[in-house]
Each structure stands twice: as structure tokens, then as C-alpha cells.
Nanobody, 121 residues
Framework: QVQLVESGGGSVQAGGSLRLSCAASGFTFGSYCMGWFRQAPGKEREGVAAIDTGGSTSYPEFVKGRFTISKDNANNTLYLQMNNLKAEDTAMYYC???????????????WGQGTQVTVSS
């Protein structure tokens, strides 16, 4: 049974930091692209970071320099370090996995339940 369990969300003030974790099980973690996505109320889900099987990372402009994605293949865990958080970063954050690393992340295979991040200004 595949599971992706996010943790580490919470409430912080603008300028603060949080580190999200995603514990994966039930699939070959090292063979999948992994990513972090977020969705704010009334907005579409958007990608915030991705890491491929070789460790290459990608970020949209609005988080570059502030967010860092990493993974621990030995412990099947994905991380997202978020620094200099802004009020607009407030959202539910999800981790996801996909063996094909599809650009259209709506088609990614496995998704977690999410962890809430709230940033107050």
C-alpha cells in the first residue's frame, strides 16, 4: 500500500522558516520523481519544487532562492526547506510521486494528504 505522509506544517510569521517532510512507503522511492505542490483556498494547485531520480531540482520563480527540496533515499523521505516565508505562501502543501516525471503534475501517480502552512504578515 502506497503512502505519502506529510508533516512539519504550521503557523509562522512572515520571514520565518519551516521544514516539511514527506515519509514515503509502498513504492521504490529512489525510482520516482518527487515533488511538492500547494493549493491555497480559491486557487489552483501549483508546483513549488521537484527533484528527479538523479537529484536534479527545479523550482518556479516565485520560490527560487527561498525553498529547497531534498530527499533521503535511504530513509524514503522527501523534504522541503522553506525560508523567508511570505503571506502568499499560505496554502496546503502536498508531496507527490511519479515514475514518469510528467510535466503535467495533475497526472502524477501518488499524492499525500497535505500539511497546512500559514504565514502571517
Amino acid at each position: 500500500q502506497v503512502q505519502l505522509v506529510e508533516s512539519g506544517g504550521g503557523s509562522v510569521q512572515a520571514g520565518g522558516s519551516l521544514r516539511l517532510s514527506c515519509a514515503a512507503s509502498g513504492f521504490t522511492f529512489g525510482s520516482y520523481c518527487m515533488g511538492w505542490f500547494r493549493q491555497a483556498p480559491g486557487k489552483e494547485r501549483e508546483g513549488v519544487a521537484a527533484i528527479d531520480t538523479g537529484g536534479s531540482t527545479s523550482y518556479p520563480e516565485f520560490v527560487k532562492g527561498r525553498f529547497t527540496i531534498s530527499k533521503d533515499n535511504a530513509n524514503n523521505t522527501l523534504y522541503l526547506q522553506m525560508n523567508n516565508l511570505k503571506a502568499e505562501d499560505t496554502a496546503m502543501y502536498y508531496c507527490a510521486a511519479d515514475s514518469l516525471c510528467r510535466i503535467n503534475f495533475d497526472k502524477w501517480t501518488y499524492w499525500g494528504q497535505g500539511t497546512q502552512v500559514t504565514v502571517s504578515s
